[in-house]
């Protein structure tokens, strides 16, 4: 199986069935190997070890840059630990290959123009885009060139984009759907989604 695009620290959504309902939990991957993954299973999610035993059918749902892999998969080590291993057939599905995990960044956006570029700030970011607040009206459905900061200390990334059509509420706001991105750029990008939401559980 090829799976260059799961890395260590991406997140895994496993569906937990109890024979009630369905429930999703929120896990993240320590160590990907050829046919399994090592996950963080999280303590508070302890009530469902018991349906987590060796052996049980579950569904993974991993985000990575190139989309929503979802994987059948079964339990190979149950959770113990803050953590469990699954295991994997060769198949699986993508989809939804422009669902990103989408975060609240702020952040210098600067958008280029023939007629002079215009800095500006991001809302929040994506792998697929996004949403910043612009006093200079942008024209919408328009391809642009722009340029993000993600680090002080990296260098921009630069990226190509159709702009959306703006909020009706915030007439300065407006959202690029990113067209053209170097994949390593776009990682990076989901990468530094993954590390805001993770901070915000660990703050809640």
């Known amino acids: 199986m090829a799976l260059s695009a799961v890395k260590r620290g991406q997140k895994v959504q496993i569906e937990v069935d109890t024979g009630i309902k369905k429930?999703?939990?929120?896990?993240?991957?320590?160590?990907?190997?050829?046919?399994?993954l090592t996950i963080s299973f999280p303590p508070s999610k302890n009530e469902y070890t018991p349906y987590l035993s060796e052996g049980t059918e579950i569904k993974a749902f991993v985000y990575s840059f190139t989309g929503i892999m979802i994987f059948d998969s079964i339990v190979f080590d149950p959770p113990y630990d803050g953590r469990m291993v699954i295991e994997f057939s060769e198949h699986h599905q993508v989809i939804q290959r422009r669902k990103y995990l989408r975060m609240p960044f702020i952040s210098d956006f600067f958008v280029i123009r023939e007629e002079g570029n215009v800095k500006t700030a991001t809302v929040d970011l994506s792998?697929?885009?996004?949403?910043?607040?612009?006093?200079t009206p942008l024209e919408p459905d328009k391809i642009y060139k722009a340029q993000l900061r993600l680090e002080s200390y990296e260098p921009m990334i630069k990226v190509e984009g159709n702009i959306l059509k703006k909020n009706f509420y915030r007439s300065n706001e407006y959202v690029m759907e990113f067209s053209k991105i170097e994949e390593k750029d776009r990682d990076k990008i989901i990468q530094k989604c993954l590390a805001i939401e993770r901070a915000q559980r660990l703050n809640q």
């Open 23 to 36: 429930n999703i939990i929120d896990c993240y991957i320590i160590e990907p190997e050829s046919d399994r």
């Open 127 to 135: 792998g697929g885009g996004v949403r910043f607040l612009c006093e």
